[in-house]
Nanobody
Framework: QVQLVESGGGLVQAGGSLRLSCAAS????????VGWFRQAPGKEREFVAV????????YYVDSVNGRFTISRDNAKNMVYLEMGSLKPEDTAVYYC????????????????????WGQGTQVTVSS
């Protein structure tokens, strides 16, 4: 079992920045791939970004590429999502998640590839 806890959400004006954090426990941290997803009201949960076990590979959905940065600190068992140039359409509950298995080649970007989820943190961007 892996436990994930997100933090760092809040209310920010358009154009502003936020940093989300994801704390993981229950498994050796440098053996887990971590992804960020988000779910806006009335919409399906969607992939945002993912980072590989060592941090050497990252991937972003097109809508956040160039504005968001995913990173990890394996010494602290933490993954971060730095969000910049925020837009009202970024408003959503943000979740971190990890698959049960290991992905040593391609990083997982599909919802169904993830097995463990945090409780989510709300991000609201005002216009």
């Amino acid at each position: 079992q892996v436990q994930l806890v997100e933090s760092g959400g809040g209310l920010v004006q358009a154009g502003g920045s936020l940093r989300l954090s994801c704390a993981a426990s229950g498994r050796t941290f440098n053996t887990i791939t971590v992804g960020w997803f988000r779910q806006a009201p009335g919409k399906e949960r969607e992939f945002v970004a993912v980072i590989s076990e060592t941090g050497g590979r990252t991937y972003y959905v097109d809508s956040v590429n160039g504005r968001f940065t995913i990173s990890r600190d394996n010494a602290k068992n933490m993954v971060y999502l730095e969000m910049g140039s925020l837009k009202p359409e970024d408003t959503a509950v943000y979740y971190c998640a990890t698959p049960a298995g290991r992905y040593l080649l391609a990083v997982p970007t599909s919802l169904r590839q993830y097995d463990y989820w945090g409780q989510g943190t709300q991000v609201t961007v005002s216009s």
